[in-house]
């Protein structure tokens, strides 16, 4: 029906006659003369319809905002001053020798240049919010992203396999979402968190390099960078090691920029531990953007009788640890209550600090609440590990190393972005040798890190028993800007030490053999040493296009509350299914009790 799109005209057309199909943008009278702003998926052009064409002049006269429209008209340049350089189509306009409305609109909810529009209001007209241009330019950026990792995991060897959506269900951390059973009574199939399993076994199979760009599903609690479901770029690799692996996916992500923003990443990505990012920035997805990192002081404050501070030193596990903010001295009672407000969301229950205003004065030139409590040998050690200058201020963090880690620093980023303390660009990090588990004071007992199928460290497998906590894994993961974008490891490809890992997980042989022995299984066959990693795709688009939620980069996306306002799912379904699935409701059968009662 169309010869062009409207954003693929130019002033090379001029003189043509073209036929274009989309919606009207916006209608302009101007006296005698109206102007049509037509839209499609690629942009904007501008059409002339003036009264020397009665019929035609008629019909443009009742358009109206979203009516579909197909245009056929001549490309002429626009009258000199007046071109628009914001368009593609900025320099020409098309005038209208032929209009007809294939399809008129009743009045849309919003306009679609409205910017100041409610989330709820958006998500409950999804279809017309999806056509504001920038919603639009979000989702070909996400497209031409996809394309990209697909063109250079094709080059590269690596084939793409589908995983069953209906599994078992498996302990992976978060919680499954179940899907009932109508043929087998009561039981229940599980939408995967990830086909971790799956690409395991087909590196059993000797596929060697798989890939897929897949959904996945968890039933955890939502925020701005999570949704119940959301889409994983997920690969496996035999016979790489850790340095193999990670050196081929850092040439993707460079490979993908490029494709994508036309933005050149760093050659080589920069590396470091888990033990130093924690202890540099609190963080295991450190925003390398900011120019502050902590300074560690728990060893000296086993010296002070500042309780606070003794007592989160000689605590197990605690942490005293400074983030000296160069010219924070400037910064206001105001501001400094507000950021002691702020890292009580994480815990802190407090935020002491320590105004630089004359260092060479010693104790005399420092300006805080806490100087009193400091001797001047410890205040003097204070300036000289952190390097606190005149004019500089030196915030603090003491109690359990979590807090102290969470609290700091998140206030680390968000001065750092306030106070112009980081970078602009794309500052990417691999993150490596994370620990293999951790505690749950809750559960008692030790929980795996990433995923139970994690290898341990060359050498770290006798800690597995001894000392759980001093063994390594040969985990990995990129961070970007402060964002974990993906995540990997080095599997456990024997099934031995696999049994040996679920056993220091709490996990005996019986529970080992029902939820994970076909895994088990696979393992004995041969398995090759194997690894691989997953990419978010959602939030790498997120961070692509400066979206403040991944909802922006998602088509039709659910709320906070794990809800679609477009189609009002989930809904409930009528009793003639649930029958058939073999559930009854519970408040049908609390209301039954209460009937039988009385």
């Given at each position: 029906?169309?010869?062009?799109?409207?954003?693929?005209?130019?002033?090379?057309?001029?003189?043509?006659?073209?036929?274009?199909?989309?919606?009207?943008?916006?209608?302009?009278?101007?006296?005698?003369?109206?102007?049509?702003?037509?839209?499609?998926?690629?942009?904007?052009?501008?059409?002339?319809?003036?009264?020397?064409?009665?019929?035609?002049?008629?019909?443009?006269?009742?358009?109206?905002?979203?009516?579909?429209?197909?245009?056929?008209?001549?490309?002429?340049?626009?009258?000199?001053?007046?071109?628009?350089?914001?368009?593609?189509?900025?320099?020409?306009?098309?005038?209208?020798?032929?209009?007809?409305?294939?399809?008129?609109?009743?009045?849309?909810?919003?306009?679609?240049?409205?910017?100041?529009?409610?989330?709820?209001?958006?998500?409950?007209?999804?279809?017309?919010?999806?056509?504001?241009?920038?919603?639009?330019?979000?989702?070909?950026?996400?497209?031409?992203?996809?394309?990209?990792?697909?063109?250079?995991?094709?080059?590269?060897?690596?084939?793409?396999?589908?995983?069953?959506?209906?599994?078992?269900?498996?302990?992976?951390?978060?919680?499954?979402?179940?899907?009932?059973?109508?043929?087998?009574?009561?039981?229940?199939?599980?939408?995967?968190?990830?086909?971790?399993?799956?690409?395991?076994?087909?590196?059993?199979?000797?596929?060697?390099?798989?890939?897929?760009?897949?959904?996945?599903?968890?039933?955890?609690?939502?925020?701005?960078?999570?949704?119940?479901?959301?889409?994983?770029?997920?690969?496996?690799?035999?016979?790489?090691?850790?340095?193999?692996?990670?050196?081929?996916?850092?040439?993707?992500?460079?490979?993908?920029?490029?494709?994508?923003?036309?933005?050149?990443?760093?050659?080589?990505?920069?590396?470091?531990?888990?033990?130093?990012?924690?202890?540099?920035?609190?963080?295991?997805?450190?925003?390398?953007?900011?120019?502050?990192?902590?300074?560690?002081?728990?060893?000296?404050?086993?010296?002070?009788?500042?309780?606070?501070?003794?007592?989160?030193?000689?605590?197990?596990?605690?942490?005293?640890?400074?983030?000296?903010?160069?010219?924070?001295?400037?910064?206001?009672?105001?501001?400094?209550?507000?950021?002691?407000?702020?890292?009580?969301?994480?815990?802190?229950?407090?935020?002491?600090?320590?105004?630089?205003?004359?260092?060479?004065?010693?104790?005399?030139g420092l300006q805080s609440p806490i100087v009193k409590f400091l001797t001047p040998?410890?205040?003097?050690?204070?300036?000289?590990?952190?390097?606190?200058?005149?004019?500089?201020?030196?915030?603090?963090?003491?109690?359990?190393?979590?807090?102290?880690?969470?609290?700091?620093?998140?206030?680390?980023?968000?001065?750092?972005?306030?106070?112009?303390?980081?970078?602009?660009?794309?500052?990417?990090?691999?993150?490596?040798?994370?620990?293999?588990?951790?505690?749950?004071?809750?559960?008692?007992?030790?929980?795996?890190?990433?995923?139970?199928?994690?290898?341990?460290?060359?050498?770290?497998?006798?800690?597995?028993?001894?000392?759980?906590?001093?063994?390594?894994?040969?985990?990995?993961?990129?961070?970007?800007?402060?964002?974990?974008?993906?995540?990997?490891?080095?599997?456990?490809?024997?099934?031995?030490?696999?049994?040996?890992?679920?056993?220091?997980?709490?996990?005996?042989?019986?529970?080992?053999?029902?939820?994970?022995?076909?895994?088990?299984?696979?393992?004995?066959?041969?398995?090759?040493?194997?690894?691989?990693?997953?990419?978010?795709?959602?939030?790498?688009?997120?961070?692509?296009?400066?979206?403040?939620?991944?909802?922006?980069?998602?088509?039709?996306?659910?709320?906070?509350?794990?809800?679609?306002?477009?189609?009002?799912?989930?809904?409930?379904?009528?009793?003639?299914?649930?029958?058939?699935?073999?559930?009854?409701?519970?408040?049908?059968?609390?209301?039954?009790?209460?009937?039988?009662?009385?």
């Amino acid at each position: 029906m169309r010869t062009h799109y409207c954003g693929h005209l130019n002033a090379a057309l001029i003189g043509q006659t073209v036929t274009l199909c989309g919606w009207a943008h916006r209608r302009r009278d101007h006296g005698g003369v109206i102007f049509i702003d037509l839209r499609d998926r690629e942009g904007l052009a501008q059409v002339v319809c003036d009264p020397d064409r009665p019929e035609m002049f008629a019909m443009a006269e009742d358009v109206r905002n979203e009516f579909v429209l197909k245009i056929t008209g001549l490309v002429r340049a626009r009258p000199e001053g007046t071109a628009n350089a914001n368009l593609a189509s900025g320099e020409i306009e098309i005038l209208c020798l032929d209009l007809e409305v294939l399809n008129p609109a009743v009045t849309p909810p919003f306009q679609l240049d409205d910017d100041n529009l409610s989330e709820t209001v958006r998500l409950t007209h999804r279809v017309v919010d999806l056509r504001r241009p920038q919603m639009q330019k979000n989702l070909m950026l996400r497209y031409k992203t996809t394309m990209a990792f697909r063109r250079f995991l094709d080059v590269n060897g690596f084939i793409d396999i589908e995983t069953p959506m209906l599994t078992k269900s498996t302990p992976e951390g978060a919680r499954d979402y179940l899907v009932p059973s109508r043929v087998h009574a009561g039981e229940f199939f599980a939408l995967p968190q990830s086909p971790q399993l799956f690409k395991q076994m087909l590196m059993v199979a000797g596929f060697d390099r798989y890939y897929q760009i897949v959904k996945c599903f968890r039933d955890e609690d939502l925020r701005a960078d999570r949704q119940p479901e959301f889409t994983q770029v997920d690969l496996e690799t035999s016979f790489m090691d850790e340095t193999q692996i990670t050196g081929l996916v850092e040439e993707m992500i460079r490979f993908v920029f490029k494709e994508a923003l036309s933005v050149d990443l760093p050659n080589p990505f920069p590396r470091m531990t888990y033990a130093e990012a924690m202890a540099r920035f609190g963080s295991d997805k450190p925003d390398l953007r900011v120019n502050l990192e902590f300074t560690e002081l728990t060893d000296l404050m086993k010296t002070v009788e500042f309780k606070v501070f003794r007592g989160a030193a000689d605590m197990e596990g605690g942490r005293v640890a400074a983030l000296r903010i160069p010219g924070g001295a400037a910064l206001s009672r105001k501001e400094i209550d507000d950021y002691t407000t702020f890292v009580a969301i994480y815990g802190a229950k407090g935020l002491a600090y320590i105004k630089v205003n004359e260092k060479a004065k010693g104790v005399e030139g420092l300006q805080s609440p806490i100087v009193k409590f400091l001797t001047p040998e410890v205040a003097a050690e204070i300036l000289a590990r952190t390097g606190a200058q005149d004019g500089d201020l030196v915030f603090f963090g003491a109690d359990k190393a979590k807090v102290v880690n969470d609290a700091l620093g998140a206030l680390r980023v968000k001065i750092g972005h306030e106070k112009g303390h980081a970078q602009k660009g794309w500052q990417p990090l691999w993150v490596t040798d994370f620990p293999m588990f951790e505690y749950d004071d809750e559960a008692k007992r030790w929980v795996a890190c990433h995923h139970p199928f994690t290898a341990p460290k060359d050498g770290h497998e006798a800690y597995l028993f001894t000392d759980p906590g001093k063994c390594l894994a040969k985990a990995y993961d990129l961070a970007l800007n402060g964002w974990e974008i993906g995540g990997g490891s080095v599997r456990i490809h024997k099934a031995e030490v696999q049994s040996k890992v679920f056993e220091a997980l709490a996990i005996g042989p019986e529970e080992q053999q029902l939820k994970f022995g076909f895994l088990l299984d696979a393992l004995k066959y041969g398995a090759p040493p194997h690894g691989g990693l997953a990419f978010g795709l959602d939030r790498i688009v997120t961070m692509m296009t400066g979206a403040e939620s991944i909802r922006d980069v998602i088509a039709f996306p659910k709320t906070q509350r794990a809800q679609c306002l477009l189609t009002h799912a989930p809904s409930e379904v009528d009793e003639k299914q649930l029958r058939e699935l073999h559930i009854r409701l519970r408040q049908k059968i609390e209301t039954q009790v209460e009937v039988t009662k009385s």
